[in-house]
């Protein structure tokens, strides 16, 4: 450790000091390349000329549960056996004291920082990663001038035993915390990572727009019960999922049960937005469908009037809320891990498996 603190110091005097990033797979993995890239250039900007700055990223996942101590992390982690002076890792794993979102813990003495990239939130995300990234860096070197503007304003800071904890924005925290663990999750891979829900309710649909009956119901249900069957599809898909692959986290315990609301919260954002996603996914596809397969001269006497492309359009929507329930069932035929693979981010994943591994040695 005195052989990094001594580097950096000469460093200051005018040569380099070295930046690892080390970042769990997915989401802080292509946020670290990205800062990596970039750092040298905005720390050299705001500081004395005779410094450079240097930066590799390694992609690994070190922490093993959000709970884990500070000091554990750095024992786990043993940023004094790296090369370089400094040691960044960042985690999409949530960290929270008390109900209190945690963006980051730093330790000067180790020349670390622990960087919990869901607590920053769920946009501009690697804006708000990189000035943490920053105050960070100044913080272990000890270098006010190298923090942003306003960042230690904003990131309210606490001595804790082994460092400087700093934590989310006052206001909304425990809303930016869960927008960024869905985020993390990346709900949108939602569509693309169940296939077969995806091909099952498209079946779905494209079987029931051969039914006249569909068209005479589309033409006669009006907005409200057509919204309410978009809304009804939608609720069952989402509850299908998480019961037929175990996705709700049961607490084992009243300690547990604060994070497994939050978890199980992410879970149904997630599922939400991934659903939702699906829907208009299919309905584009059944609208495009419609007008190819159902040509006017069909659908009209069906009607007893002259169509329109709104009656396209009233009939993909009656569609795809049939086939989004068929999709629904459809999911049953999705092994548990291929759903959870596609409705969680790599590390979310690996704790449940953790998580569960653990309760079977327990049983």
């Known amino acids: ?11 200051a005097a005018g040569e380099q000091v070295s930046v690892l990033f080390i970042a769990d797979p997915g989401t802080p993995a292509a946020l670290a ?8 250039q905005r720390l050299q900007s705001r500081d004395r000329p005779g410094r450079r700055w240097t930066t590799c990223v390694r992609r690994k996942p070190y922490l ?3 709970q884990a101590d500070f000091a554990d992390v750095i024992d786990t982690v043993d940023p004094s056996s790296e090369a370089e002076d400094i040691v960044v890792y960042l ?6 004291e ?9 330790s000067a003495h180790h020349l670390f920082a622990l960087i919990s990239v869901p607590g920053v939130g769920g946009v501009y995300i690697e804006r708000r990663v990189r000035t943490v990234t920053e105050l960070a860096i100044a913080c272990v070197l000890g270098e006010p001038e190298l923090i942003p503007p306003g960042a230690a304003r904003r990131f309210r800071s606490a001595q804790i ?4 904890r700093y934590f989310a924005p006052s206001g909304l925290r425990r809303l930016r915390l869960l927008s960024g663990m869905v985020r993390a999750n990346r709900p949108w891979r939602l569509v693309t990572g169940l296939s077969k829900v995806l091909v099952g309710a498209f079946a779905t649909g494209a079987i029931a727009l051969a039914t006249d009956t569909i068209w005479l119901f589309a033409d006669t249900m009006g907005p409200w019960r057509m919204g309410a069957a978009t809304i009804l599809s939608i609720v ?20 547990e049960r604060d994070r497994s609301v939050l978890y199980n919260t992410a879970t149904v954002a997630t599922l939400v937005i991934g659903v939702v996603i699906l829907h208009v996914a299919l309905f584009c596809l059944l609208l495009f469908t ?13 009607l007893g009037r002259a169509v329109n492309f709104s009656d396209y359009l009233t009939l993909t929507w009656l569609l795809a809320s049939i086939a989004t329930v068929g999709g629904a069932l459809g999911s049953g035929l999705e092994d548990d891990a291929a759903v959870k693979e596609a409705a969680y981010g790599v590390r979310q994943r690996q704790r449940i498996e953790e998580t569960k591994n653990r309760s079977n040695e327990v049983r």
Do not use: F
Not at 33 to 40: D, G, V
Not at 98 to 106: E, G, I, K
Not at 243 to 248: F, K, R, T
């Open 33 to 40: 390349e990205r800062i990596a890239e970039y750092l040298p």
């Open 290 to 302: 419609t007008c190819l397969a159902l040509p006017p001269e069909l659908l009209s006497p069906v």
């Open 64 to 66: 093993p549960d959000e």
């Open 91 to 96: 985690t999409d794993l949530p960290h929270r």
């Open 161 to 164: 035993e082994d460092g400087i």
């Open 98 to 106: 008390n109900t209190l979102p945690v963006v980051a813990d730093v």
């Open 1 to 11: 450790m005195n052989e990094h603190l001594q580097g950096v110091q000469s460093s």
């Open 236 to 255: 069952a898909m989402i509850l299908w999922l998480i019961l037929d692959h175990e996705l709700w986290e049961r607490p084992k315990s009243p300690t």
